[in-house]
């Protein structure tokens, strides 16, 4: 991870969700980890692809790629550990990401785009990113499953 | 019994144990806690009668068996689970509920020291499912809650539409 920091301007972590290369606000990450065993189990969530443990912790794996995307995330080997705001409470999740992600300051411009879950861009050597808002991304992606297909069904 | 911990961190090893049996179904392995199991039996060994359910309302339950004067809902670990279909050759009969889980094998006994809590991001079924996660071999593995393989609901449900079955089923083996 490249850093470019700054006290006076936000500070942005820039990914890629499969082939998009989108950016969180700094404040929502806590870290990059790379190739963790994944442990899946049989569940009905949508987005969530398993769980890893890091530190004693179970963490969720949690693919923003159907809603980012409109499909999953290929497989990878590095997770982007960020907080979620639940109702309640906050939890770690873990976001497949691919390659490198960078840490910048940058200022934040307004969006034009229709998704919803995009609140804004950067702007790095002419190229447009833009900033996702996590719950956002997340609902997005839950929205693209709300008919799932079991295997059961799939297969019957 | 093994008191659920948060998921942020593991307690130390100062805790109570559980002893656990692994099954598995298809290629997902689950923890259940040995307590909540009566007897683990081949599926060619399990002796008794099988009643077919004249209304089958869950897809997971087709059967009552009949065994030693109790009779049991035969659920299948697959359809409840929502797995592909798989090759169940051993029962778990459990012990506080009158089900017979049909599962593809045992691996092991095991001794649980942990028991962590589902993180709050799931929210569905496994939330009925399970009790929680737990970590054996540095393998993460689901606990299973006896209770979920089949909720009060769904029992009523099913004794709603094959009245009184379960009691004729076991009154008939009791006269035999």
């Not at chain 2, 659920?4 to 179904?25: G, H, K, L, Y």
């Not at chain 2, 060619?44 to 004249?54: H, I, P």
Request: aromatic share 6%; charged share 25%.
């Amino acid at each position: 991870m490249t850093a470019e920091t700054s006290t006076l301007v936000p500070s942005f972590v820039v990914f890629h969700v499969g082939t998009r290369r989108v950016a969180l606000s700094r404040d929502w990450v806590s870290e990059l980890i790379a190739s963790p065993l994944l442990f899946s189990f049989p569940h009905t969530t949508p987005l969530i692809t398993g769980v890893v443990l890091r530190r004693g912790r179970i963490v969720p794996v949690l693919d923003l790629g159907p809603g980012v995307l409109g499909a999953p995330s290929p497989a990878t080997r590095f997770f982007l550990v960020v907080e979620r705001h639940l109702s309640n409470s906050s939890e770690r999740c873990a976001i497949p990401v691919q390659g490198e992600c960078e840490l910048l300051a940058g200022i934040m411009l307004p969006s034009m785009r229709q998704e919803e879950f995009v609140t804004g861009y950067l702007e790095l050597n002419e190229e447009q990113i833009d900033v996702l808002d996590l719950e956002k991304a997340i609902a997005a992606g839950v929205r693209s499953h709300e008919e799932p297909i079991h295997g059961t069904e799939a297969l019957s | 019994m093994t008191q659920p911990a948060s998921s942020d961190r593991m307690p130390r090893d100062n805790r109570r144990r559980e002893q656990v049996a692994v099954f598995s179904i298809a290629q997902y392995s689950f923890a259940i806690s040995s307590a909540s199991i009566q007897e683990i039996r081949s599926t060619d060994s399990l002796g008794g009668t099988v009643v077919e359910l004249d209304r089958p309302v869950l897809r997971k339950v087709r059967h009552i068996v009949e065994r030693d004067a109790r009779s049991y809902y035969v659920v299948s670990g697959y359809e409840h689970f929502h797995l592909p279909p798989s090759r169940p050759t051993t029962v778990l009969i459990l012990r506080n509920a009158p089900v017979a889980v049909l599962v593809d094998r045992i691996e092991e006994m095991a001794e649980m020291r942990v028991l962590l809590a589902l993180p709050q991001s799931f929210r569905g079924e496994e939330r009925i499912w399970y009790r929680g996660l737990t970590v054996l071999e540095r393998k993460v593995l689901p606990v299973v809650d006896p209770l979920g393989f089949l909720t009060t609901g769904e029992r009523q449900q099913l004794e709603e539409q094959n009245p009184g079955l379960l009691l004729t089923a076991a009154v008939s083996r009791h006269e035999r």
